[in-house]
């Protein structure tokens, strides 16, 4: 069989589940299209949390950015779980025990104030939309690399498949069909690792063959990999990084952005207890491990594969690989462009070293080379894993389905909590009180339908800044609703004018910083300073900026509050509820 | 609510806001400390290859989180039955 047919076999059998999965879990209510009805195990739920936030950055990208980058990549690690931290203890729980439905409703009642609901509203779309425009062009990618359609065919496939269920299960449909997804992405990523884990380390376990001894050369893997990169004029893999407050804040950032993103917070709503909310987040978070502890050793030790494959005599001596000798996986992924040669010193060898390094020049014209011929993008890392580990086809199989299953997973997610943001926060809360439960569901299913056609037209027309508007998402949620939803919780003396005026102030702070270094309404060119370390303010990335935007939130929400009046006893009644587990059973049915 | 119920309200807050402030303490201590801004402390205690403060940044840290979850979780359903508000 062709590896076109085992493709088909695996994506086509994921797909005829999630479709099965969709014709029977049907939500029947709003409370089941908004909530799964708010029944789901918590166990359970772990698993679709961990799907819904495992986007196709985290499976497909996410080891190729830390083989490239090393150590200070090790932002995306902790950034990206400890958040789950923070929800589990300062968010997910208070917010079960409110009972209601989505993201601004909280906000809008426990500010009772129609612009915080709205300013929520808006910050919830632009954060959900930005994000799912990575999910729908992944699944694209995804699609027209291993099932040779065209990219705009696999984006159009992609939102069918996810309409099935979205639209006709809302969460129930998406709760389920994120358990099969994490199911088959999981397996999908640990298979091949498991592999390389042992070829490389003779350990079957990733995660401590990372630690454990290269078995060809006896070192320690990680001396063996600064050792070759070294020899290339790399830097070490595991070298300290010099700018440690940019790293601190960075990874600050991207933990409170993750606690603050709207479709992952309304997963918790769907756990029938207060307490389940707080066992769900630790699930949550195993299930995410798994995936989280293994990546980073295929990072390290696909760079090391990376490197014996262009120089199979080793780095310090020997030449490189002869063009005409390259194994087949180069072949197959030179049609896709993802990796290119160009033989600039005319020896028809690939060498590949780090051009950029001004002390290592002398060595590289001793050794005849006349700058870096390859170059190769950092989602090989994972999907063409399984062909550098000469793993059987199946394996390349399981990839492609898993690749589909993370972004697929991430996008019914978001698309939900854009849905339910229209329809609930909108439609039913500000426009239309009055509407009744049949056609509330009605509004669910045609905002879920129109979301998806925009997410389908952002895909066809990715603004050509996918990459960038991922930093603004995370900017954006860490900036704007962490800090209003846990002050929220914490506070019973910050009130309306304080919330809304420090959630404008962190959107403001964080979209203006990000503009200024990656383009006016990230319109290329239009960047009043360049993007390089030498030019950001303390040294601080655009993508670092939003913990000092949750910052400015807090510092101008308690000064505007302190200095206006006490929100009415009402108010701080519901803080005081929101706060004890007690009676959050009858809360729901509102 | 009572008088009584809102002094046991108070107490359950605090008691939780002490368990959330020493976790977080952890949380950082893991993560910013010993990955990041403290490392060139930890550059002494080798750990396959390298050094300790790598172990946190790239595994450690995520175990740690894990458990301060799982802590934090099994303390608070215990408080919430010794104050009588669970569920």
Excluded at chain 1, 335 to 345: C, V
Excluded at chain 1, 390 to 419: E, F, R
Excluded at chain 1, 452 to 464: F, K, R, Y
Excluded at chain 2, 13 to 34: D, E, H, M, P
Aim: aromatic share 12%; glycine share 10%; net charge negative.
């Amino acid at each position: 069989m062709s590896q076109y047919w085992i493709n088909m076999l695996f994506v086509g059998a994921s797909f005829a589940l999630y479709i099965g999965i969709a014709i029977w879990a049907r939500a029947g209510s709003t409370k089941e299209f908004y909530v799964a009805g708010g029944g789901v195990h918590p166990v359970t739920n772990g698993m679709a949390t961990a799907a819904d936030w495992m986007s196709a950055a985290s499976f497909i990208s996410m080891a190729g950015i830390i083989a490239a980058g090393g150590y200070g990549t090790s932002v995306y690690l902790m950034g990206w779980t400890g958040g789950y931290v923070l929800l589990a203890m300062l968010l997910a729980p208070y917010l079960r025990k409110f009972g209601k439905f989505t993201v601004p409703d909280f906000i809008g009642d426990r500010f009772y104030s129609r612009g915080a609901r709205l300013v929520a509203v808006v910050c919830l779309i632009l954060i959900s939309v930005t994000y799912v425009i990575g999910q729908m062009s992944g699944a694209g990618v995804a699609f027209s690399r291993f099932l040779e359609v065209s990219n705009d065919v696999g984006i159009w496939l992609a939102a069918a498949i996810v309409f099935a269920y979205a639209v006709f299960g809302g969460m129930k449909g998406i709760t389920y069909t994120q358990v099969a997804q994490y199911v088959v992405l999981i397996i999908a990523y640990t298979i091949p690792a498991v592999f390389i884990a042992m070829q490389l380390t003779g350990n079957p376990i990733p995660m401590f063959g990372l630690f454990g001894t290269h078995v060809e050369s006896g070192m320690p893997l990680l001396d063996r990999l600064d050792l070759v990169v070294r020899d290339l004029g790399f830097a070490e893999y595991t070298a300290d990084v010099d700018n440690k407050l940019n790293m601190f804040l960075f990874t600050l950032s991207l933990m409170i952005g993750t606690a603050g993103l709207p479709h992952v917070i309304i997963r918790f709503f769907t756990v029938p207890k207060v307490a389940d909310a707080r066992w769900s987040a630790g699930w949550t978070l195993i299930f995410i491990a798994l995936l989280y502890l293994t990546a980073p050793a295929v990072a390290a030790m696909a760079r090391i594969n990376l490197v014996d494959t262009i120089y199979p005599e080793g780095t310090a001596q020997a030449e490189a690989i002869l063009y005409e000798d390259r194994p087949a996986w180069i072949q197959t992924w030179e049609e896709t462009g993802l990796i290119k040669w160009e033989d600039k010193n005319n020896d028809g060898r690939m060498q590949m070293y780090n051009d950029a390094n001004a002390a290592f020049a002398p060595t590289a014209q001793e050794r005849g080379w006349n700058g870096n011929e390859l170059t190769v993008n950092n989602d090989i890392i994972v999907l063409a894993n399984p062909e550098i580990a000469n793993l059987p086809g199946w394996v390349v199989g399981l990839i492609a389905a898993g690749g589909i299953a993370a972004a697929l997973s991430t996008a019914a997610g978001l698309l939900l909590a854009i849905s339910s943001a229209i329809s609930h926060d909108l439609i039913k809360t500000i426009i239309n009180p009055k509407i009744t439960e049949k056609n509330e569901m009605l509004a669910a299913r045609l905002s879920m339908t129109g979301a998806i056609l925009v997410a389908t037209w952002l895909g066809l027309n990715p603004p050509g800044f996918a990459a960038q508007v991922v930093a603004l998402a995370f900017g954006l949620a860490a900036s704007s609703l962490f800090p209003a939803l846990m002050m929220g919780i914490f506070s019973k003396r910050v009130n309306s004018k304080g919330a809304v005026a420090g959630m404008l102030v962190g959107l403001i702070s964080t979209s203006v910083y990000i503009f200024l270094y990656l383009g006016w309404f990230f319109i290329p060119g239009t960047n009043t300073f360049a993007n390089v370390p030498g030019e950001w303010m303390f040294g601080i990335s655009p993508q670092a900026f939003g913990a000092i935007g949750a910052m400015l939130n807090f510092a101008v929400a308690y000064a505007v509050s302190l200095s206006t009046e006490a929100p009415p006893q009402e108010i701080q009644d519901l803080v005081e509820s929101v706060r004890t587990p007690k009676g959050a059973g009858a809360a729901l049915d509102h | 609510m009572t008088e009584e119920d809102k002094k046991n309200a108070a107490a359950y807050w605090k008691a939780n806001v002490r368990l959330i402030t020493w976790s977080l303490v952890v949380w950082a201590l893991v993560s910013y400390g010993f990955a990041i801004l403290l490392r060139p402390l930890l550059a002494g205690i080798p750990v396959g290859g390298t050094d300790l403060g790598f172990w946190f940044a790239q595994q450690g840290s995520i175990i740690t989180f894990i458990l301060i979850i799982f802590h934090y979780a099994w303390r608070l359903n215990k408080l919430d039955k010794e104050f009588g508000v669970e569920e």
